[in-house]
């Protein structure tokens, strides 16, 4: 690159939890700028989550933290060229990467489902990843699964 890269500017904490995890997510959620119906949307698919709970001790927000972590991908493969073929390379995530791509599944298979409001679909996908199951879940085991089987073409990495 040319110049140097942008410094990272901090996010402000969301207004009800003050989380800043929260407002990341909620800005990845966020159509067309409107914040305020994305935060809505957030915060009525946490109410969600807590009045379907099966396990008492944890909150709303450990659910929703527990699912992220259950979407988190270690691996993923990249293409790289090699002579005339092209090779699926299996390349360990930088923390942060792993949690926006977490929070990209988790939001791209909840507008996939099909209940009433996207708080019904969020709060469905987060009570399903936070158990182990549900599309955004398959995902990361899907992508691990690539790697595993391109382990071979590891010593291609860059």
């Not at 009800?16 to 800005?27: E, K, M, S, W, Y």
């Not at 959620?29 to 914040?35: N, P, S, V």
């Not at 450990?62 to 299996?90: C, D, Y």
Request: aromatic fraction near 8%.
């Amino acid at each position: 690159m040319r110049k140097r890269a942008a410094k990272k500017r901090p996010l402000l904490p969301d207004p009800r939890f003050n989380d800043q995890l929260v407002t990341r997510f909620v800005n990845m959620m966020m159509w067309d700028g409107k914040k305020s119906v994305a935060f809505k949307v957030f915060y009525d698919a946490i109410d969600i989550v807590e009045s379907k709970k099966t396990d008492e001790e944890k909150t709303g927000l450990e659910i929703w933290k527990e699912a992220l972590t259950n979407v988190m991908p270690h691996v993923e493969v990249r293409s790289r060229r090699v002579g005339g073929a092209t090779f699926q390379i299996p390349n360990p995530i930088r923390a942060d990467r792993k949690i926006s791509t977490a929070m990209k599944w988790l939001i791209s298979f909840s507008r996939k489902r099909n209940e009433k409001s996207m708080a019904q679909r969020l709060a469905s996908e987060v009570l399903a990843a936070s158990k182990e199951e549900g599309a955004a879940v398959k995902k990361r085991v899907d992508t691990h699964k690539m790697a595993e089987a391109n382990k071979a073409f590891s010593h291609f990495r860059f």
